[in-house]
Each structure stands twice: as structure tokens, then as C-alpha cells.
């Protein structure tokens, strides 16, 4: 049973552009949402997280918006660059599970130049 | 310079045979953990352990095996009754206070089984 839905699987976007990748849990005891970038070959390393008291956090090109009575959240990247392409993972957590990571299956990202 | 280390980088291994990949940290953190990757299943969770000499099943804990005898390291051994162990294997660690802990993640360790 997987906990965390994440979408699309892939997604191409041109240089310029903005990519969107969204994510939904089922599990509303969930108080952590990080998401993860992993570049071929590599291991994953956080790009951004989120609580859910607040609706958004942004770090850069990097938002992530949260919309907790949908159970949905979303990493959006602006101004996407070549150096991107990667696979992003969001994934969640609580203290009831010793903080766990419960993680989407991914979505590689590819921009095209 | 702080951070995890995962050795071999690739790791090739007969059928029938048990391999050991090794997993050091230097961060002084409490949770380590062993994670899984196949094209298209993302991260799955093999062991964890969050102090030493302790350690619990993950998602897929079958057919392979851990210890933690010193804080620093955390081995996973992937044995014989591990029926498709060709895979990426991930090791990362965080602190344990708190109540939002990072993974920091090593570089991985390939294993194809021939």
C-alpha cells in the first residue's frame, strides 16, 4: 500500500520553463515533507521541506506549496535550467513511525536546452 | 570533510554467495538506514537502526541482514536467500532529536549479480 502518491512519472520541460510535481498522502498524522533531488549514479539529497502549518516555503527556484485539508503537496521549480534534470522524490513522516520516510516513486525530470 | 562513505562503488557477485556492503558515517549521527532502489519502485526501506546494537526490519527486510556494533558503521549483508538482490543500495543516516530529521545519503553501491 503505498502511502504517498507522487506524479507525474516523467515530465519534460523546455529551459525557461516551470515544472510542477505533485504529491498526496493518506496518512493525516504525516508533520514532515521533504522533498529529495538524485541525480544519476548519486545518492538522494534534500532540496526542500515543508510542515504543515504553513502553505508554502520557498528557497530559491524551489517552492513547495501544501494544502493540507486536499492532503496534497507540490514542488514547483521556476526558471527550470539543463542542470535540473534529475529524479525528485517527496516523502513524508511522523513520530509515530520513528520519523520514517514514506517516499513517492519518483518523477525524473528532464529539461531540455 | 563530514559525511557517509559506501563501499564498493560497484559490487559484482555469483549466484549462492553472501556480500557485505559497508556503510561509515562521520556525522555523529544516531539512525542509520539501508534502502533499496529499482528503476520505476523509488526507495524502499531494508533496516534501520536508530542507536546501537539495535536495529528493526524495514519493508523488505528478507534475505538480507545488518548489525551495528559501533555507531559510526552499519553493514548490510545481502545473503544467498535474497532471490533478486541485482539493485542500487542506498545507506543514510540523521539525527535522532528532534522532530524533522534530514537522510543524509551515501553514493550508493550498485550489486549485479551474475
Known amino acids: 500500500q503505498q502511502q504517498v502518491k507522487q506524479s507525474p512519472q516523467s515530465l519534460i520541460v523546455q529551459k525557461g520553463g516551470i515544472s510542477i510535481i505533485n504529491c498526496a498522502y493518506e496518512?493525516?498524522?504525516?508533520?514532515?515533507f521533504p522533498w529529495y533531488q538524485q541525480f544519476p549514479g548519486k545518492g538522494p539529497a534534500l532540496l526542500i521541506a515543508?510542515?504543515?502549518d504553513v502553505s508554502e516555503k520557498k528557497e530559491g527556484r524551489f517552492t513547495i506549496s501544501f494544502n493540507k485539508s486536499a492532503k496534497q503537496f507540490s514542488l514547483h521549480i521556476m526558471d527550470s535550467q539543463p542542470g535540473d534534470s534529475a529524479t525528485y522524490f517527496c516523502?513524508?513522516?511522523?513520530?509515530?513511525?520513528?520519523?520514517?520516510?514514506?517516499w513517492g516513486l519518483g518523477t525524473s525530470l528532464a529539461v531540455n536546452p | 570533510d563530514g559525511g557517509i562513505t559506501q563501499s564498493p562503488k560497484y559490487l559484482f557477485r555469483k549466484e549462492g554467495q553472501n556480500v557485505t556492503l559497508s556503510c561509515e558515517q562521520n556525522l555523529n549521527h544516531d539512525a542509520m538506514y539501508w534502502y533499496r532502489q529499482d528503476p520505476g519502485q523509488g526507495l524502499r526501506l531494508i533496516y534501520y537502526?536508530?542507536?546501537?546494537?539495535?536495529?528493526q526490519k524495514g519493508d523488505i527486510a528478507e534475505g538480507y541482514s545488518v548489525s551495528r556494533e559501533k555507531k559510526e558503521s552499519f553493514p548490510l549483508t545481502v545473503t544467498s536467500a535474497q532471490k533478486n538482490p541485482t539493485a542500487f543500495y542506498l545507506c543514510?543516516?540523521?539525527?535522532?532529536?528532534?522532530?524533522?530529521?534530514?537522510?543524509?545519503f551515501g553514493p550508493g553501491t550498485r550489486l549485479t549479480v551474475l
Open positions: 543514510a543516516s540523521s539525527i535522532t532529536s528532534g522532530h524533522y530529521n534530514e537522510q543524509f
Open positions: 537502526s536508530q542507536i546501537v546494537n539495535d536495529f
Open positions: 496518512n493525516t498524522a504525516f508533520d514532515y
Open positions: 516523502a513524508a513522516s511522523n513520530a509515530g513511525n520513528n520519523r520514517k520516510l514514506i
Open positions: 515543508i510542515r504543515p
